[in-house]
């Protein structure tokens, strides 16, 4: 189930904002039910506490109804959603977002994650729960950038424009924020 | 340890910085060739880039969420939205935000939230009572807007929701759909009537029987909607004051004390009744604990 395309395409999505944005409700009902499981997942696995992601959830969906007029398809719908939702969990822990990029060495990243050594984080694969366990456990803008590309599905362009970054810086980090999550996965895996 | 072998024109590091460009797609195909000569030939680099991409692979699978927190999480996300949706629309700018909308709502988002848990305990009661299998067919009346319905739904082999309320009965559909989960809809009358369908198994409900005036005759039409050795599991407040229901409209019985209902299911022809406490719901420092009824057809 890699990358499927959501439910809801990007026009319906469109079609019901702007029905939402002349206040019809059971439109905007319809656009919930087709996006609230992402952005669930996406403020659950961000928080790691119900009541937070609960908040989170539900000023995702008061403050995209309140601006339905407001969006404009220049992306897809589940982007600019998930942009809000990200604004409401930082709302809570303010001062979270923007913090510096720890600047390792791509060497010492891989090396953290096991380029060069000898094992296989394949086996760490075949254990329940150790994919989620490993990603709870990376710093926080680390772990938003893998939900949103990785879990969502969401393009580098879609991902840089939500987090206010060029596509290039976005691929770079992109690509640490990966090594980091396979290191996790390793050290899940040998018990550290 | 790090690696820097050379092979077929690239370092192992610059096979490492390019390794999401690789997995991604992105990069022209003379490079992609490559890389992947490279990986051809580098044992380690070749070990290195297959552990990283099924790690990729896997995160992208996900992990499914706990189902019940998710199911209240919606529950509280479709109250809050109702508020919402009566206190003001955003074409007319009346949408009040934060706390003033917090305070305004607060009232019925209590009493919404509490419904919510309330159904979860019933759901559960319901469940740890009665053995539910995928043979079963089951009916919710009085389903509402399907809180126990859609927990008890995926237990069972099918299940049909009956209730008065079309707004009720929408609202269920939608989220029946959105979860994947078939539920078959039964309007009744207001004074609820209709075809209730059937035969089934087990019919169950919730909150419902003190808003039925006659309630014998309800039993006893569920006896006609059961097959042989179907049971119920129906939950309800116990007797009290009348001070559970602000508003007394619909309310026909400020609950029930356990002994009426077992003498009613028993003339009805329901035998093995047993009336135990399910949960206990509060509301303004009050308790009000919740029987759950479950009786086989003889």
């Known amino acids: 189930?890699?990358?499927?395309?959501?439910?809801?395409?990007?026009?319906?999505?469109?079609?019901?904002?702007?029905?939402?944005?002349?206040?019809?409700?059971?439109?905007?009902?319809?656009f919930v039910l087709c996006h609230r499981e992402a952005v669930w997942r996406f403020t659950r696995s961000l928080t790691r506490d119900v009541g937070a992601a609960e908040d989170a959830l539900q000023e995702t969906f008061l403050s995209a109804w309140r601006s339905s007029a407001s969006f404009?398809?220049?992306?897809?719908?589940?982007?600019?959603?998930?942009?809000?939702?990200?604004?409401?969990?930082?709302?809570?822990h303010k001062g979270r977002a923007g913090e510096p990029e720890r600047m390792e060495s791509l060497a010492e990243l891989g090396e953290a994650a096991g380029w060069g050594a000898d094992f296989d984080p394949l086996d760490a694969l075949m254990v329940k729960d150790e994919v989620g366990r490993a990603?709870?456990?990376?710093?926080?803008?680390?772990?938003?950038?893998?939900?949103?590309?990785?879990?969502?599905?969401?393009?580098?362009?879609?991902?840089?424009?939500?987090?206010?970054?060029?596509?290039?810086?976005?691929?770079?980090?992109?690509?640490?924020?990966?090594?980091?999550?396979?290191?996790?996965?390793?050290?899940?895996?040998?018990?550290? | 340890m790090a690696i820097e072998r050379e092979v077929a024109g690239l370092r192992c590091g610059e096979v490492l910085a390019e390794l999401s460009d690789f997995l991604d797609g992105d990069m022209s195909l003379e490079r992609r060739a490559q890389v992947q000569a490279h990986l051809d030939g580098c044992d380690a680099c070749e070990r290195f880039g297959g552990a990283f991409t099924a790690a990729i692979r896997a995160l992208r699978q996900g992990e499914p969420?706990?189902?019940?927190?998710?199911?209240?999480?919606?529950?509280?996300?479709?109250?809050?939205?109702?508020?919402?949706?009566?206190?003001?629309?955003?074409?007319?700018g009346g949408f009040m935000s934060g706390t003033e909308h917090f305070d305004q709502a607060a009232a019925t988002w209590d009493l919404a939230d509490r419904r919510v848990l309330l159904?979860?305990?019933?759901?559960?009661?319901?469940?740890?009572?009665?053995?539910?299998?995928?043979?079963?067919?089951?009916?919710d009346f009085g389903c509402?807007?399907?809180?126990?319905?859609?927990?008890?739904?995926?237990?069972?082999?099918?299940?049909?929701?009956?209730?008065?309320?079309?707004?009720?009965?929408?609202?269920?559909?939608?989220?029946?759909?959105?979860?994947?989960?078939?539920?078959r809809l039964l309007p009744l009358t207001t004074e609820?009537?209709?075809?209730?369908?059937?035969?089934?198994?087990?019919?169950?409900?919730?909150?419902?029987?003190?808003?039925?005036?006659?309630?014998?005759?309800?039993?006893?039409?569920?006896v006609q909607h059961l097959n042989p050795g179907g049971q119920v599991a129906l939950a309800d407040l116990d007797e009290e004051e009348g001070t559970f229901h602000e508003d007394a409209a619909g309310v026909h019985h400020q609950g029930f004390p356990r002994n009426?209902?077992?003498?009613?299911?028993?003339?009805a022809g329901f035998r093995a009744i047993q009336v135990e406490t399910a949960t206990v719901t509060a509301k303004e420092g009050k308790d009000y604990p919740v029987f759950l009824a479950t009786a086989r057809r003889a």
């Open chain 1, 1 to 30: 189930m890699e990358h499927l395309p959501r439910e809801g395409s990007l026009i319906e999505d469109q079609i019901l904002l702007s029905q939402a944005a002349s206040g019809d409700a059971s439109a905007f009902e319809a």
């Open chain 1, 72 to 92: 404009r398809g220049g992306g897809s719908a589940l982007g600019w959603l998930l942009s809000i939702a990200r604004h409401a969990v930082y709302r809570q």
């Open chain 1, 135 to 192: 990603l709870a456990r990376l710093p926080v803008e680390d772990r938003e950038l893998l939900l949103l590309r990785e879990v969502e599905g969401l393009s580098n362009e879609d991902c840089a424009g939500l987090l206010g970054l060029g596509v290039r810086a976005l691929k770079s980090r992109l690509h640490r924020a990966r090594l980091r999550f396979v290191a996790q996965l390793r050290g899940e895996h040998h018990g550290h």
């Open chain 2, 65 to 92: 969420m706990p189902p019940s927190e998710a199911s209240i999480a919606f529950a509280r996300l479709s109250v809050r939205l109702e508020n919402a949706g009566r206190v003001g629309d955003p074409a007319t």
């Open chain 2, 119 to 139: 159904a979860h305990a019933v759901a559960e009661a319901i469940s740890s009572r009665v053995p539910l299998s995928k043979e079963l067919n089951v009916l």
């Open chain 2, 144 to 183: 509402g807007t399907g809180l126990v319905t859609l927990e008890l739904a995926p237990q069972v082999g099918s299940m049909s929701g009956a209730d008065t309320s079309p707004g009720m009965l929408t609202t269920l559909a939608g989220k029946a759909e959105s979860q994947g989960i078939p539920v």
């Open chain 2, 192 to 222: 609820g009537t209709g075809d209730l369908g059937g035969p089934y198994d087990l019919i169950v409900s919730s909150m419902t029987l003190h808003h039925v005036a006659d309630v014998p005759a309800l039993f006893s039409r569920f």
């Open chain 2, 260 to 267: 009426r209902i077992h003498d009613w299911l028993e003339d």
